[in-house]
């Protein structure tokens, strides 16, 4: 998908469906108080803007399985599939 | 569109026509918290002022097709027409 | 009108009466949620105090013609024509 | 009056009496959201601690006819008269 | 557990059982403003990310048994087990 | 008073007694918004911690006669007389 | 105590009986707005992340009397005895 490139600091994520989140063994409780979600990095902007104006290096690249914070996030659809844009900084961990 | 010069950190979008954004394949579901919308660039501010005084580059450009958040922007109409001043900040992604 | 000289990052703008707006051809809709509005920079600051003591220098100068958000202004008459004391961060554009 | 040394970024401003302020032409509308109120500069601090732990210089002096935000300042009378304590950031302009 | 990389200046931590607790001679009283949480960290991220684009080093790492803020985290399960992915200033202290 | 050594950019005052405050010519109006408060400062911490890790200097001194905010101060007795801690911030003007 | 290390700028306190509160001739009024605390410390992190990289040095050590807030602070039981995690900016000062 070079459809969509994320600005700045942030990233575009395809959510997993509910099948793949149970085929990785990773549960997300739903008493969770900020419950997060799984899904897959589809685009990674050039990186957060420095003080000195430089861009600040990601540790996320595309096709990174990620655990991230739904809050914040901005839902679209394109061709059909769900995705969303996130901060990098919504992305709470890498998995596997 | 010369006519307008955005400052600072800020762009001028003119937001897509309903048909416009059918044929580029994005949709924008109608339960979406914080719904983004599509449009064009039409000019480009001289970036952030940087800490050191100097201007920050920026990563859109006049004609680029965006995702943008509708929140924190300012609508005017311009002989005729309807546009936006945005931050680049609420610039999301560019599409294509 | 060298009578009032703005402070830091601010400047002095002249709104622009009804009939000077619509030659313009600049329409601000009355459905904005935050109405920017059209006027004429009168006096501009020595600009924003940078973290290194110096101050940066501003885009906008006397004479612009300015959309700006009206929203953090103060007004005050003088010699019988009404002035606003803006930051120069809410001067959102340079029209012409 | 050497009698009060303001502290930091603060100015002491002695408020303009009514029938000063018709003399110079400066009139504030009552229906001004936040009510700006014309004065006179009687002591400036040192200035603004800037991060490298220097004194930032500060662009009103002693004697200056200025043109303040109200909010802010804290009240205190000295042998009889009213005075107020306020942020240099509270000055908005210097009138004549 | 290779399984979960946390991203910048966060870390995983398994919360200690109930029974651990005891064992260990800390006992967090139930009228605790903000109650704290005993567990074991299990992954560190590679540091917060400073404003010349280098990353902090931290002061926790994997194994150390910490006292934690629970507020702020984020609860998921892995494998069966329960974790929390936590801001590194979410750590109070290392025991032991 | 070498008893208490305030910490960082904070200083001990000594609120003036109400005859005091007569002798100094300083009044104080009931009506004042944030009404400030005179006294006598006993300790001077040292000073606020710089981006660099260094110390700032501060401009008050042990003696000074103040003017501060008494919003956001500390009280405590020692020795049955009674004492603030404040931020440096917190002080508003030196007086005399 | 060496059984609780505290990280970044955080101190860990024991709080004062009542008895030796009276002894050492502070007092806290029951009407203070935001009640200070006497305790002694026991323990101290290596100090603030500077944006730098480097730790900020601290001006309390092991073994200090001090006065600190309690808002903020973290409270939890150890072998008995009741202790407060708080951040070294709780700490408003030193005393004797």
Redesign the interface.
């Known amino acids: 998908m070079a459809?969509?490139?994320?600005?700045?600091d942030?990233v575009?994520v395809k959510p997993a469906a509910k099948e793949e989140v149970t085929k990785s063994?990773?549960?997300?409780?739903d008493?969770?108080?900020?419950k997060?979600q799984e899904g897959t990095v589809i685009?990674v902007?050039?990186g957060?803007?420095?003080?000195?104006?430089?861009r600040?290096?990601t540790?996320?690249k595309e096709g990174d399985r990620?655990?991230f914070?739904k809050y914040g996030g901005?839902?679209?659809?394109?061709?059909g599939d769900?995705y969303l844009?996130l901060k990098?900084?919504d992305?709470?961990?890498?998995?596997?």
């Open positions: 459809k969509i490139r994320p600005v700045g942030r575009v063994g990773l549960v997300i409780p008493t969770a108080k900020e997060p685009a902007g050039n957060r803007l420095l003080d000195n104006g430089e600040a290096g540790e996320i990620v655990l914070a901005t839902e679209f659809k394109l061709d769900e844009v990098e900084s992305v709470l961990a890498i998995i596997g």
